[in-house]
């Protein structure tokens, strides 16, 4: 068993220590008073044992209450005084130097909380430091100076996650939809470089990977960009190649002329995409990752010859990402970026359409590297009023605006504001089974979280441009005058800002006693929904800003708020017995369920979700199936907008193993991943990529999502 400090280390779990820090509270106190040697033994027994029974990694203050309510309950009240006494002038102490401590645990790499934090970031290279020390002075500035205490007690204790603390400090945004159409088109400036029009796709490729990562070191989100902005170009590499080669005309036939052209156009489209793919993996921005990008591909998006050329396009991503990239050891792996998302429609989802060959090498993709995720535009025009877009990274999306001078859908160049979200388990949990206890609570941490949500808000009002020229001055999301604020976006629906809510399975199982896909508890989580989207609702009409229920992923908070509700209302079997709760709508883990059925169910829910949702089915190896992930992608087509195959993609250095790498328990109880092969466990010495909340990580991830992972049943 190990135990978890206050400065993110662990280390084995002593009751040697239990036992000598009674002692010293009972040396404190007059003889009449003192526990005797057996009792002080008992207690460490007692706390002990009910540490053990966590099946977790326990953390000191858990520990150190433990140890509170059984000198209590042992009726040595002065021992109990003293040791209360001890702890309060310890955490004085300690909170002077809390962000010291902090930092020097970052800086030497024996920080266990932050090892795991973030699946994509690497926290032993100086890049990452460096934001994570950043991070933890914004932090401590932001819970001290910016936030009120209620707001951050309920941060602390699970009740709410105030996302992206680290970044509050600043005047950042969460995600954006960048408009690369109008600065490919009419030129940008990059670090006060002014970049012209490319004349080829290759330059408009290298182009756009520069863009990527200076937006992603102006904001802390995921954006997209579309593919279609780049098609254009394709026939700029054509003309190009026609008017450098005029001359072969005399020698070749037209025919012979224009297969040679293509042939080039061809290389250049290689050239192009091999520039995205190869730059976005290796590109590492200001917070010590790579950016977190997303590339749409929607056929839809342009017509003629341009749409002709995306198909080109879209060909050769997904042959590229087929192939993967290599590691270190020259191994042909998967990358965790871009993520790329395909839509489907009429033109492409059915045999014998147009573009059904490009579907049905998405699905090898899919089977292979886990992307593309698909949106069906169909589902998306009824949700949408009547519009089709991508959304803002793995599962923000915008909602429906018309821009008042062309009276047409605007979706390139919006943003999300922020995130909040709910604990809706700790709501149910916090009602004892009262359903009017239920909702009343559910009003107080809704307000909460929209007290919460307008300090975001209002964080961004009176925003100079010139904090992001990319973003705000040179056409990433519009074209403001230097010493201009962004306010005008702020406001009336063109950005959004996120309610975000978790654990909807884990509330329903306890207010109900059944799952939420079952009759009996469904209405109940329909119910919930609704409440959540009301409440949005009459928010925006208040303040006139564009409040939108998300489906949060909770990558490294869904282990927070799991041992937070445990140690608030303890292990309740199908409740808190896991070291993970369930991302917002979805359906458990572990719940037999098959992947048709998951998909229509979840659909209900995604439609209840207007500022962003995603959801999976968990398959294997599906490489020599594809007919399998066919039907599945047309099923997605007719009944959900948007949603992802999730299958394993793994590779063992040491012995070349390219199956699944597993999830075992170690000696101390703790799940680390293990080849099946040849028994390594060096995380070092493999490569194992999982999406675990619409992006795929691989820089392994914390022990609740590990055990989420391991949990996952598969749905086909």
Known sequence: MRVIKRNGTEVEFTAMRIYNAISKANNEVNDEDKLTPKQISNISNIVTAQCEKYDRAVSVEEIQELVETAIMKAAAFEVAKRYIRYRYIHNLRREKGNVDDMVMTLVEYNNEVVKQENSNKDPQIIPTQRDYIAGEVSKDISTRLLLPQDITTAHEEGIIHFHDADYFIQHSHNCDLVNLEDMLQNGTVISGTYIDTPKTFSTACNIATQIIAQVASCQYGGQSISLAHLAPFIDKTRQGLKE????????????????????????????????????????????????????????????????????????????????????????????????????LDENNVHPGSEFYYLTELSAKCTAKRMVPDYISNKIERQLKQGDE??????????????????????????????VVTLNLVDVALSSGKDEEKFWQILEDRLNLCYRALMLRHRRLEGTVSDVAPILWQHGALTRLKKGETIDKYLHNGYSTISLGYAGLYECVKYMTGYSHTDPKGHDFAIKVMERLNAAC??????????FSLYG????????????????????????????????????????????????????????????????????????????????????????IMYAELNTKSDYC??????????????????????????????????????????YIGSNFWNQGRTQEIAERVLHL
């Open 552 to 639: 949060t992923p909770i990558e490294s908070t869904t282990y927070k708020f799991a041992k937070c509700l445990q140690k608030r209302f303890g292990i309740i079997e199908g409740v808190t017995d896991k070291n993970y709760i369930t991302n917002s709508y979805h359906v458990h883990v572990t719940e037999p369920i098959d992947a048709f059925t998951k998909l229509k169910f979840e659909s209900e829910f995604q439609a209840l979700s207007p500022g962003g949702a995603i959801s999976y089915v968990e398959v294997p190896n599906m490489t020599n199936n594809i007919p399998a992930v066919l039907s599945v992608i047309s099923f997605i087509y007719d009944h």
């Open 537 to 546: 609702k009459g928010w925006k009409e208040k303040e006139k800003v564009d």
């Open 244 to 343: 450098q080669n005029k001359e072969l005309l005399d020698y070749m036939s037209e025919e012979e002329f224009n297969r040679f052209i293509e042939k080039g156009v061809r290389k250049d489209i290689t050239k192009g995409v091999q520039t995205i793919q190869y730059q976005v993996v290796t590109l590492m921005t200001t917070n010590g990752q790579a950016p977190f990008i997303t590339v749409y591909m929607n056929l839809n998006e342009a017509e003629g010859q341009t749409q002709k050329d995306l198909a080109l396009a879209i060909e050769e991503v997904l042959n590229q990402r087929i192939q993967g990239v290599k590691n270190e050891d020259g191994v042909w792996i998967t990358p965790a970026f871009p993520k790329l998302i395909y839509a």
């Open 653 to 694: 250095s040491e012995c070349h193993y390219d199956g699944e790498i597993k999830i075992v328990p170690d000696e101390s109880g703790k799940l680390v991943w293990e080849c099946p092969k040849c028994g390594n466990r060096d995380q070092n010495k493999m490569s194992v990529a999982r999406r675990t909340c619409g």
């Open 389 to 418: 877009y991508t959304c803002m990274g793995c599962r923000s999306f915008l909602t429906p605006y018309k821009d008042p001078e062309t009276g047409k859908g605007k979706y390139y160049g919006r943003f999300n504001q922020g």
